[in-house]
């Protein structure tokens, strides 16, 4: 019958699309770092991919790409009312320390010069992080706030995709000199 699964259907194209690795060439060669890859980053390994030209390849699994495009999209759906409600004075506000080599994009500020960073999520990540955010997520917005040097506090905005009775979240985020000291 039509109803059956066959290989070619686009669940494979698509499985097959997101298992392709891809390289980022600025995580290897950019002259800034971005603040999402100071967490985790490899120091040792970037200079030697800077140094001998070899990229820095991350394999990640098509699942996991995936809910980083369903992430990206809750986001850039969220700036987009943002702006349209008029609570942000500007989406995708570019952070960066020229001394550092440190760049960042926070995803909105509000009026009172507050940063905003959205981050969408699955329902287990969202109900994990009900009390404390990850500590990932934390550090980004910490690292925003040093590079903005205006705001002494931020908003990590959490929002899931899942049937939750409200599925947005503000958590309130200080300027952590520890931190930027740290960075």
Avoid at 58 to 79: I, N
Avoid at 139 to 146: D, K, R
Avoid at 152 to 181: H, M
Wanted: charged share 30%; with cysteine.
């Amino acid at each position: 019958s039509n109803m059956q699964k066959r290989e070619g259907t686009l669940s494979s194209f698509l499985y097959r699309h997101f298992s392709i690795a891809e390289d980022d060439p600025e995580r290897s060669f950019g002259e800034y770092l971005h603040v999402s890859s100071l967490f985790d980053l490899c120091f040792r390994q970037r200079a030697l991919s800077q140094k001998f030209k070899i990229p820095i390849e991350k394999p990640v699994d098509p699942a996991t790409r995936w809910r980083w495009e369903l992430g990206k999209a809750v986001e850039a759906t969220l700036r987009r009312r943002f702006r349209e409600m008029g609570h942000f004075t500007a989406a995708e506000v570019e952070l960066l320390d020229n001394d550092l080599k440190i760049t960042g994009h926070a995803d909105g500020r509000l009026g009172n010069g507050q940063l905003v960073e959205i981050k969408g999520m699955d329902q287990n990540v969202f109900k994990f992080t009900a009390k404390y955010p990850l500590p990932k997520h934390r550090y980004q917005l910490e690292t925003y706030l040093g590079l903005d040097n205006t705001a002494k506090c931020g908003i990590l905005f959490s929002a899931t995709w899942s049937q939750d009775r409200v599925p947005w979240r503000d958590t309130t985020i200080n300027y952590n000199v520890k931190t930027w000291e740290t960075t």
